[in-house]
Every structure is written in C-alpha cells, then in structure tokens.
C-alpha cells in the first residue's frame, strides 16, 4: 500500500485562510500586519523567492515592501535600512534574504532585526529561546513541519523522530520542536557511520541534507512519516528531493513529496509569523 502523499500546497492554502482572518481582524482594528524584505545583490534565486514572498503577502492582507541592494554595497548601508525598519509602526516583520554578499557578516546583520520583528526566527535569541521552549518566532520550514504533523494528526509525544542534518535553519530547530513535544530525538547528518541503523527505527524521519535521494525504501520503517525538506536541481532540470520518493512511498505511511510538499508551507509560515508579530503589536495597544 502506498504512502498517504501530504499535500503542501494545499495545505498551505488552508493555513493561510485561517490566517487571513485573522489578519483581516486585524486591518479592522486600524493595524495592517507589514513585511519588510531586504535584499542585497542580483541572485536569480533569490529574487524568485522574494517575488514568492511578495504575492503570498498580498494575497492574504499584508501589506510588503522590498528594499533592494546591490551585491557591492557596504554592510553599514544594509545596517541602517534595519534600523529604520525596526522604528517604524507600519512594519511588523523584517525578513533579510540570505546567502548575503561574502563581504557582510551574517549575525551582525540578523542579530541588529528587532527580536520582535524577526519574522524568520533567525535571531540568536529566537534560536536560543528553541531550547526553553519560549521562542517568539520559530524558524519557518521546521514550524511548517511540525503544523504538518499537526493538521494531519500525526502523534509526536512518546514516538522516536531521527532528523538528518544539523542547519540552523532547520535540523537543530527541527530536533529542539520534536523534543519540545514529547518526541525522543536523534540526530543524525550525511556523515553519520550506518545510518540506516537510525533511519530503520524512526516514526517520524525529517531529511534535509541537500543530497539527492540518499534516503531509499530498506532505510525507512513500514509506516513511518518521512518529511522531505530537501530540494535538488538535477542535471537534466528536474527537481527532487533528498528521499527517493518513488521507493520509499511504498513503505511509509506519510510522505511528503518535491516538490509541493514543505516548501510552500515555508513561506505560510513566514505570512503566519509576520501577523502573530502584528497581533502582539495591538495587544500592547
């Protein structure tokens, strides 16, 4: 029997109706939830995924703005544009598009994001905050995952969840929201000695290692979640996943595919976050 396939977009379609009202509760009060997006250079990648960033916004009720730089200018100049943003009351996220230029230092960059305007869940206090359980923002693939589990009524509490890959970005923040819920962890990354002896015993296996289909069927136990977060560019110009979907959708219970799966609930997420930060702004009054 195969795997029940989890629809990412059209769960993300649910997520952000639901936010949408929540919003739109929101612009009746008088207070409008703002994004800014802050982006340096000319990386055809990344001026995708802003585009993305801005349509998502603009069709659930948030207002966005785009300040752009070019790849040659000086951190400060990106330093300052963060300073502005973080005064201003019609700007409730701010959000830097990374990689960033080799000349700029990453935490200096993110840590100067008003901690409760880090929409992304990048600062060293919402990553830190992962451990007590008291971020404000999480990170937005691995909450993306966790609503996943969530909305399709997966059991975390009590169930063994291996997470491939050691990001900040999403493994360690992965690894911290599983265990906050009552799962036993381990971590694991491409380099781990048999890790299949790992993979074999996981309920719920995340993968995000940035290695093509390294994790096939005789890896995966019968019945298990796998949450593919990986996204690969082959050379012929198709995309897949690091799982092998064909294989392991035939042993799993749940599976997530690429694309389609966690990707569009990564920018759902971001939407989510920048209106819980509006949210916050109107219960201070």
Request: charged share 15%; with cysteine; hydrophobic share 45%.
């Amino acid at each position: 029997m195969s795997a029940h396939i989890i629809d990412g977009k059209t769960l993300a379609g649910q997520v952000r109706a639901e936010w949408k009202l929540r919003a739109d509760k929101l612009i009746q009060q008088g207070i409008k939830p703002g994004l800014a997006v802050i982006i340096v250079g000319d990386s055809p990648a990344s001026a995708i995924y802003v585009r993305n960033k801005v349509k998502a916004c603009s069709e659930i009720g948030i207002h966005s703005e785009v300040h752009s730089f070019s790849g040659a200018a000086h951190q400060e100049e990106v330093l300052e544009c963060i300073r502005t943003l973080n005064e201003s009351a019609y700007i409730h996220g701010i959000l830097v598009q990374l990689p960033l230029p080799p000349h700029f230092v990453n935490n200096q960059v993110i840590t100067s994001i008003a901690v409760d305007k880090d929409v992304d869940g990048f600062h060293l206090y919402n990553v830190g905050a992962l451990v007590t359980g008291n971020t404000l923002f999480p990170p937005c693939t691995p909450y993306g995952v966790m609503v996943m589990l969530e909305k399709n009524n997966i059991p975390i509490e009590g169930r063994h969840a291996v997470v491939i890959g050691r990001s900040n970005i999403v493994g360690k923040p992965m690894a911290l929201m599983l265990l906050a819920q009552g799962a036993t962890v381990t971590i694991c990354t491409s380099k781990t000695h048999d890790l299949a002896q790992f993979t074999k015993s996981a309920d719920i296996l995340v993968v995000a290692t940035g290695r093509p289909r390294m994790i096939t069927a005789e890896m995966v136990k019968p019945g298990a979640t796998v949450i593919d977060v990986g996204i690969n560019r082959l050379p012929d110009g198709t995309l897949c996943g690091d799982v092998d979907f064909e294989s392991v959708k035939e042993v799993a219970g749940y599976i997530t595919p690429v694309p389609g799966g966690v990707g569009p609930m990564t920018i759902t997420m971001l939407l989510c976050n920048t209106i819980a930060a509006a949210e916050r702004v109107q219960a201070r009054g």
